[in-house]
């Protein structure tokens, strides 16, 4: 699986636009970009995956590049919830291997 | 939307005991639950897939006889953290595979910190 290099951490304004990005060059075209987040002490949480098209859903919107060499996950208006660990991950799915491997992640603070 | 629940949420056992963590998805059927560990202010760390009705594979580094893997049906996988010791002290979590590729998803429980005394 292509690795992923994602700022170790961050943090934004209550209300505003938060940009989470990460680079993933050595993708393969049949590997999906996914995001999840983990908030403190809970379990991971699903926000957005894709291929090579924008996505957006009611949490987030996930823009990938021309290129799929990089991605960037907005949070359009982030609240003090949205404080927790992202990660962004790569990932063929096969049927009979198909698992997520995490990394480091980037730690997002939102502050009041 | 797909609910995966652990039981217990937070357990302490001495050492030398063994405990045993329960994953159930609660409104789906999952053929393929993960098990995660993850220490303080680190990453998870994946320790083993499991298949309905099949031995559970484990990554490398594991081990398979110390963390034994049920899943005995399409609702409920279990771990059972054998002989603990301190050291096993972490965060467990599971995850289980809706869907069919590539448009499932994978949802997680909510975690079950274990202490080891």
């Given at each position: 699986d292509a690795k992923t290099t994602q700022p170790p951490s961050m943090d934004c304004a209550e209300g505003r636009a938060a940009n989470?990005?990460?680079?993933?060059?050595?993708?393969?075209?049949?590997?999906?970009?996914?995001?999840?987040?983990?908030?403190?002490?809970?379990?991971p949480q699903y926000i957005i995956h894709g291929l090579k098209n924008n996505e957006t859903n009611e949490m987030a919107s996930l823009i990938i590049t021309e290129d799929r060499?990089?991605?960037?996950?907005?949070l359009p208006h982030a609240t003090l919830r949205d404080t927790a660990v992202y990660y962004c991950i790569v990932r063929v799915a096969p049927w009979s291997s198909y698992k997520l491997i995490f990394g480091s992640g980037t730690r997002l603070l939102v502050r009041p | 939307?797909?609910?995966?629940?652990?039981?217990?949420?937070?357990?302490?056992?001495?050492?030398?005991?063994?405990?045993?963590?329960?994953?159930?998805?609660?409104?789906?059927?999952?053929?393929?639950m993960f098990w995660y560990r993850q220490f303080p202010k680190q990453?998870?760390?994946?320790?083993?897939?499991?298949?309905?009705?099949?031995k559970a594979t484990y990554e490398q580094g594991v081990e398979k006889d110390k963390f034994?893997?049920?899943?005995?049906?399409?609702?409920?996988?279990?771990?059972?953290?054998?002989?603990?010791?301190?050291?096993?002290?972490?965060?467990?979590?599971?995850?289980?595979?809706?869907?069919?590729?590539?448009?499932?998803?994978?949802?997680?429980?909510?975690?079950t910190r274990l202490t080891v005394t």
């Open positions: 989470l990005p990460c680079n993933h060059s050595t993708i393969s075209g049949n590997e999906y970009v996914y995001w999840y987040r983990q908030i403190h002490s809970q379990g060499k990089s991605s960037t996950l907005i | 939307g797909a609910v995966v629940s652990q039981h217990p949420s937070r357990v302490i056992c001495k050492s030398g005991t063994s405990v045993k963590i329960e994953c159930r998805s609660l409104d789906f059927q999952a053929t393929t990453s998870l760390m994946l320790m083993a897939t499991s298949n309905e009705g099949s034994l893997i049920n899943h005995a049906s399409l609702t409920l996988s279990t771990l059972t953290v054998t002989s603990a010791h301190p050291e096993d002290s972490s965060f467990y979590i599971c995850s289980a595979r809706v869907g069919v590729l590539p448009l499932s998803e994978q949802y997680f429980g909510p975690g």
